[in-house]
T-cell receptor, first 112, second 112 residues
């Protein structure tokens, strides 16, 4: 039972490079979200999706793109990485109703 | 403007005693409150939740109390165990929404 799987676990990028953080869940959850966690701060919502084909912005969406073509996958794209995007990124999913979100183990991203 | 605040960055408790973690919020539109536990290099794990129609919810050693008039909630862990040592995040949202707002976390250390 994999739950929420994030890849890669670690990544180092140079400023200006692009990359996609992958997130997949095998629980048939409709709702998926991306958060970032910075030192001394709580998790902040970047983007979320309430189902395939539907996405919306969270608190800190600038510099990130998402799409949701399938129920299982919710990739997060950095089009032109900046040092301010150095962070730990968490993907989460939840089922219908007021269910709690289940988190992956995160991707630690460093941008030089 | 932090809508969810955890004013104690750390807490140290002896094994067997009660741990009390506190959380304050400012947005009266929040309807749903959750506590997550996080170990290093892992994603947050859901612990317990409470809706605004209740003032208490229990699950084994964990109890969450909600005081809506004071906009305050607390997590009680009794008895505390060394395996409870982790960072605890309080989070809040409107009902059935993915826009979770997290506090900055409290690091709990349970010593023998």
């Amino acid at each position: 039972n994999a739950g929420v799987t994030q890849t890669p676990k670690f990544q180092v990028l140079k400023t200006g490079q692009s990359m996609t953080l992958q997130c997949a869940q095998d629980m048939n959850h409709e709702y998926m979200s991306w958060y970032r966690q910075d030192p001394g701060m709580g998790l902040r919502l970047i983007h979320y999706s309430v189902g395939a084909g539907i996405t919306d912005q969270g608190e800190v969406p600038n510099g990130y793109n998402v799409s949701r073509s399938t129920t299982e996958d919710f990739p997060l794209r950095l089009l032109s990485a900046a040092p301010s995007q150095t962070s730990v990124y968490f993907c989460a999913s939840r089922g219908q109703g007021n269910q709690p979100q289940h988190f992956g183990d995160g991707t630690r991203l460093s941008i030089l | 403007d932090q809508q969810v605040k955890q004013n104690s960055p750390s807490l140290s408790v002896q094994e067997g005693r009660i741990s009390i973690l506190n959380c304050d919020y400012t947005n009266s539109m929040f309807d749903y409150f959750l506590w997550y536990k996080k170990y290093p290099a892992e994603g947050p794990t859901f612990l317990i939740s409470i809706s605004s129609i209740k003032d208490k919810n229990e699950d084994g050693r964990f109890t969450v109390f909600l005081n809506k008039s004071a906009k305050h909630l607390s997590l009680h862990i009794v008895p505390s165990q060394p395996g409870d040592s982790a960072v605890y995040f309080c989070a809040a949202s409107g009902w059935n929404t993915d826009k979770l707002i997290f506090g900055t976390g409290t690091r709990l250390q349970v010593f023998p």
